[in-house]
């Protein structure tokens, strides 16, 4: 249940008090106009829905870049173990590889930009391959390279996911309008329904209205970010292992 209220947190808190706080003081000093809303849509929905496609498109390259570094390194795991390798060397690279997929995986679920970590397992396994060539063989050498640039590719597009997200400043400017979306439209709602009826219908209508906008605000925001396992779109990364169970 947990998971389905993440997209509740502190800024779903100040839009609700913004909400409530901005219908309070125009019922007191009579705050009324009658504006067309047309504009604010305009300048809140269309970045919104912006952002959330970009986020979604994000998502979905994520997925086939992981899909194609999962078959690839599978791949290379085949050709070290049809060589000529001998048992114990076998072993290492296969431990090699895991020990790859896992720092790579492990890098994205972080927000740390350092690869480093990931950097020192890809040279360990090209020196692997450098200081066994004989005993590979040039064919499955060459075969090898090959998947493994595929390896890199894919995980070098994976990093560039994880680093560069959709444009700050756009989503600024949307959770800026959502925030004085109230006080735009609060007294054009009390024109409508004017002051003979209940004032609370004011207050629910504001209220539902925020609180749409910014829950499609927060989940653009973790859909943004789908590495970490908090939100329910979040990618699966068990299914990506090189030795997945």
């Not at 049809?82 to 492990?106: G, I, T, V």
């Amino acid at each position: 249940m947990s998971r389905y209220l993440i997209i509740i947190n502190f800024r779903t808190l100040v839009t609700l008090l913004i909400s409530i706080l901005v219908p309070f003081v125009a019922y007191n000093f009579k705050v009324v106009y009658n504006i067309d809303l047309t504009l604010m849509s305009i300048a809140i929905i269309f970045p919104l829905v912006f952002t959330i496609r970009g986020a979604f498109r994000r998502r979905e390259k994520a997925l086939e870049h992981l899909s194609r570094f999962k078959a690839s390194l599978k791949t290379v795991e085949s050709f070290f173990l049809s060589s000529k390798l001998s048992d114990e060397l076998k072993s290492d690279c296969k431990k090699s590889l895991q020990e790859l997929n896992d720092a790579l995986f492990l890098h994205l679920k972080t927000k740390n930009e350092d690869t480093s970590d990931y950097d020192l397992k890809i040279q360990a396994i090209s020196n692997f391959i450098s200081t066994n060539s004989e005993l590979i063989g040039r064919g499955t050498r060459e075969k090898i390279f090959r998947f493994f640039r595929d390896v890199m590719d894919s995980a070098d597009n994976l990093i560039a996911i994880h680093s560069h997200r959709t444009p700050v400043s756009l989503k600024a400017y949307c959770l800026i309008f959502i925030y004085i979306f109230p006080a735009v439209y609060t007294p054009t709602i009390i024109n409508k329904i004017g002051f003979d009826n209940p004032s609370w219908l004011t207050f629910f209508i504001v209220i539902l209205s925020e609180f749409i906008l910014i829950s499609l605000y927060n989940i653009q925001d973790q859909m943004e970010y789908p590495f970490d396992d908090e939100g329910l779109d979040d990618i699966k990364f068990n299914i990506f292992k090189i030795n997945r169970k």
